[in-house]
T-cell receptor
Framework: EPEVTQTPSHQVTQMGQEVILRCVPISNHLYFYWYRQILGQKVEFLVSFYNNEISEKSEIFDDQFSVERPDGSNFTLKIRSTKLEDSAMYFCASSERAGGEAFFGQGTRLTVV | AQSVTQPDIHITVSEGASLELRCNYSYGATPYLFWYVQSPGQGLQLLLK??????LVQGIKGFEAEFKRSQSSFNLRKPSVHWSDAAEYFC????????????FGKGTTLSVSS
């Protein structure tokens, strides 16, 4: 069964460093998303991406964040100058169509120290 | 703005008993509605979805949910809970047009007692 894969599963980084979280969405899906879940809190939408551009973003997704689809399979989230409060589980998801069911990856746990 | 409310933070149910998890949404039109389950340390797995049509939808693992427009609710039910159902359950809503973001509720943690 096709699935969304994320790497790494766990990343530890020092405050102020840049991190890149990687995702391989399901191959025939056209919409890609990043969500985050701070420990013990709800899942929050960050950004959606379609046709090689951002289609929607939340207020969380400020200039510190960027997304890219560098090739036909990968979808990345870059966090510049990480802060302690960026520590969270980051989920990538993809869907065939807008508003359709999203399939989630297993997540990358980011720990900023 | 869209929002999703799951009024119960934590529910404990005896194994074999029935379960109902509540979800209310706020949205101007009929949204797409979802229930996801998250086991500890795992990602989110889709249990079921409602787009249109029959308001009672069946999902995986014996779960079902009923969309009630008049109550803006989409409650999740299971007639007989198994110990393996212990997890966190999230209700989510999406635009039914061009919007793509899922808005999640805060989740309900289900514990199953023997």
């Amino acid at each position: 069964e096709p699935e969304v894969t994320q790497t790494p599963s766990h990343q530890v980084t020092q405050m102020g460093q840049e991190v890149i979280l990687r995702c391989v969405p399901i191959s025939n899906h056209l919409y890609f998303y990043w969500y985050r879940q701070i420990l013990g809190q709800k899942v929050e939408f960050l950004v959606s991406f379609y046709n090689n551009e951002i289609s929607e973003k939340s207020e969380i997704f400020d200039d510190q964040f960027s997304v890219e689809r560098p090739d036909g399979s990968n979808f990345t989230l870059k966090i510049r100058s990480t802060k302690l409060e960026d520590s969270a589980m980051y989920f990538c998801a993809s869907s065939e169509r807008a508003g359709g069911e999203a399939f989630f990856g297993q997540g990358t746990r980011l720990t900023v120290v | 703005a869209q929002s999703v409310t799951q009024p119960d933070i934590h529910i404990t149910v005896s194994e074999g008993a029935s379960l109902e998890l509540r979800c209310n949404y706020s949205y101007g039109a009929t949204p797409y509605l979802f229930w996801y389950v998250q086991s500890p340390g795992q990602g989110l797995q889709l249990l079921l979805k409602y787009f249109s049509g029959d308001t009672l939808v069946q999902g995986i693992k014996g779960f079902e949910a009923e969309f009630k427009r008049s109550q803006s609710s989409f409650n999740l039910r299971k007639p007989s809970v198994h110990w393996s159902d212990a997890a966190e359950y999230f209700c989510a809503v999406a635009h039914n047009q061009a919007g793509t973001a899922l808005i999640f509720g805060k989740g309900t943690t289900l514990s199953v007692s023997s």
